[in-house]
RNA sequence: GGGCGUGUGGCUGAGCAGCAAAGGCAUCAGACUGUAAAUCUGACGGGUUCUACCCUUCGCAGGUGCAAGUCCUGCCGCGCCCA
């Protein structure tokens, strides 16, 4: 992998850049649509690639429990596996770490919740109740079908390998929003013994990517953004829960932004409302995965410039045209809103489909603006 | 004409003496940010001083009960069977 910086912007952190690999070139600032389980829920690959994806992650907890990497592997990678031509990243168990433990236990997600301030419920010595984390690594059961599986950072970064993504990420700890200091503080330091450990255990030609933490902790998220940037890591992800307050991601990035080397690609995990997306890339993030497109399509949500817009409503029966009437996508300018309505109603699977493809064909091109207006000096 | 059965909220469908009345569907609202997610939560007769109270409801009209959607009588509608 290779990053090059093609222009730093003037009035704010923001930059253009292209990241070289070896399944093809991706223009950042980039959305990375979410294949967990290497597909993008609902869109085969090629119909993917018409929606302006350049690169998706996908999920190691996941296939490493279902199909096994070793399928993958047999298969010639997760590229050939899912005939998927262009870039590629896996994440690597952290998430699951905090989605499978004290996210489901707390019902949370990793954005703290209203008036969810004062309740750090989460002390150092806590553990959640169905996985375990220790020093080494994490023991989790499969939600498939309740087996003891353990992840540290060797493991991941093996399976990992063996699925063969161009860039991976080591394997860290996503913590809790209800966590306190002593809690995020123990934390980090296994992120960042892992994050050494999956460094040494990385054989492949893969880029790899560290894992920033440090919660909403101004001194542990500058104290690991210095770290993970000595070590010798090909770029950045910039992980964690977040506040949901409006600047909170921002107030995040600035304490970790300014203590990674410029020259070396930033990775935001899990973040993308549409509304965060131009914050976060003028605070100088040039990739950043979120599963919001897609996952919403599946509830029946369109977003468009009129807003998100709910086709499980009534009123989008009486509705005869596109979800958006300036976007030109293949969906926008073959079907209506009655019609995507009324597959949504009858249980008809391609309204997702139709759904998953337009919000990722919108979310790609007000990126690729964003692009334009670093480009143009607007941003 | 006779016999048996049935009539419940927008629909469907439980309840067969203590109910504003289960489920489901539909509708409306809310949630979802490195995906155990084609999911989950809430409202759903009306009103108010809304973790409580009041009013109106189970085909229609009477009756028996402290109490009736629930029992009795008649009527009306629908269904099946016999003439």
Same mark, same amino acid.
């Given at each position: 992998?290779?990053?090059?910086?093609l222009?730093?912007?003037k009035?704010?952190?923001?930059r253009?850049?292209?990241?070289?690999?070896?399944?093809?070139?991706?223009?950042t600032?980039?959305?990375?649509?979410?294949?967990t389980?290497?597909?993008?829920k609902?869109?085969?690959?090629?119909?993917v690639?018409e929606?302006?994806?350049?690169i998706?992650?996908?999920n190691?907890f996941w296939?490493?429990?279902r199909? %096994?990497?070793?399928?993958?592997? +047999?298969?010639? %990678?997760?590229?050939?596996?899912?005939n998927?031509?262009?870039?590629l990243?896996?994440?690597?168990?952290?998430?699951?770490?905090?989605s499978? %433990?004290f996210g489901?236990d707390? &019902?949370v997600?990793?954005?703290? =919740?209203? =008036?969810?301030?004062?309740?750090?419920?989460?002390g150092?010595?806590?553990?959640?109740?169905s996985?375990k984390?220790t020093?080494d690594g994490?023991?989790?059961?499969?939600?498939?079908n309740?087996?003891?599986?353990? *992840?540290?950072?060797?493991?991941?970064?093996?399976?990992?390998?063996?699925? %063969?993504a /161009?860039?991976?990420f080591?394997f860290?700890?996503?913590?809790?929003? *209800?966590? /306190?200091?002593?809690?995020?503080?123990?934390s980090?330091?296994?992120?960042?013994?892992?994050?050494?450990?999956c460094?040494?255990a990385?054989?492949?030609?893969?880029?790899?990517?560290?894992?920033v933490?440090g919660?909403?902790?101004?001194?542990l998220?500058?104290?690991?953004?210095?770290?993970?940037?000595?070590?010798?890591? #090909? &770029?950045?992800?910039?992980?964690g /829960?977040l506040w949901?307050?409006?600047?909170?991601?921002?107030?995040i990035l600035?304490?970790?932004?300014?203590?990674?080397?410029?020259?070396?690609?930033?990775?935001?995990?899990?973040?993308?409302?549409?509304?965060?997306?131009?914050?976060?890339?003028?605070? &100088?993030i040039? *990739?950043? #995965?979120?599963?919001?497109?897609?996952?919403?399509?599946?509830?029946?949500?369109?977003?468009t410039?009129? &807003?998100?817009?709910?086709?499980?409503?009534?009123?989008f029966?009486?509705?005869?045209?596109?979800?958006?009437?300036?976007?030109?996508?293949?969906?926008?300018?073959?079907?209506?809103?009655?019609y995507?309505s009324?597959?949504?109603?009858?249980?008809?699977?391609?309204?997702?489909?139709?759904?998953?493809?337009?919000n990722?064909?919108?979310?790609?091109?007000?990126?690729?603006?964003?692009?334009a207006?670093?480009?143009?000096? +607007?941003?």
């Amino acid at each position: 992998m290779n990053f090059k910086i093609l222009k730093k912007s003037k009035i704010s952190n923001a930059r253009l850049g292209f990241l070289e690999t070896e399944h093809g070139v991706v223009e950042t600032p980039c959305l990375v649509p979410v294949a967990t389980q290497a597909v993008v829920k609902t869109l085969e690959s090629k119909e993917v690639e018409e929606t302006k994806s350049q690169i998706l992650i996908s999920n190691t907890f996941w296939l490493h429990l279902r199909p %096994g990497e070793k399928i993958v592997e +047999k298969a010639g %990678g997760i590229h050939k596996f899912m005939n998927w031509k262009r870039a590629l990243m896996t994440d690597s168990a952290g998430f699951q770490v905090f989605s499978l %433990g004290f996210g489901k236990d707390f &019902g949370v997600t990793k954005f703290l =919740g209203k =008036g969810m301030e004062n309740k750090k419920s989460i002390g150092a010595a806590s553990q959640p109740k169905s996985v375990k984390i220790t020093y080494d690594g994490v023991y989790f059961r499969s939600p498939i079908n309740g087996d003891e599986l353990f *992840l540290g950072p060797k493991e991941s970064i093996k399976i990992q390998e063996k699925l %063969g993504a /161009d860039i991976i990420f080591a394997f860290d700890e996503c913590t809790p929003p *209800l966590a /306190d200091y002593n809690y995020i503080k123990k934390s980090l330091d296994k992120t960042h013994r892992w994050a050494k450990l999956c460094l040494k255990a990385k054989k492949s030609k893969q880029a790899i990517f560290g894992i920033v933490q440090g919660s909403e902790f101004k001194d542990l998220r500058e104290e690991s953004a210095k770290f993970i940037n000595s070590l010798n890591f #090909d &770029g950045f992800g910039i992980g964690g /829960d977040l506040w949901r307050e409006k600047g909170g991601t921002n107030k995040i990035l600035n304490w970790v932004i300014p203590n990674l080397n410029e020259k070396k690609p930033r990775h935001m995990l899990g973040v993308g409302y549409l509304e965060n997306i131009e914050d976060i890339i003028k605070s &100088g993030i040039d *990739l950043f #995965d979120c599963t919001v497109p897609t996952h919403y399509a599946r509830r029946g949500i369109a977003f468009t410039s009129e &807003g998100k817009l709910n086709l499980k409503q009534q009123k989008f029966f009486k509705k005869r045209e596109p979800l958006d009437k300036d976007c030109i996508c293949n969906v926008c300018l073959n079907y209506k809103k009655d019609y995507i309505s009324h597959l949504l109603k009858a249980g008809e699977i391609t309204a997702l489909k139709l759904l998953t493809f337009h919000n990722l064909y919108y979310f790609n091109t007000f990126v690729e603006k964003i692009r334009a207006d670093i480009k143009n000096n +607007k941003i």
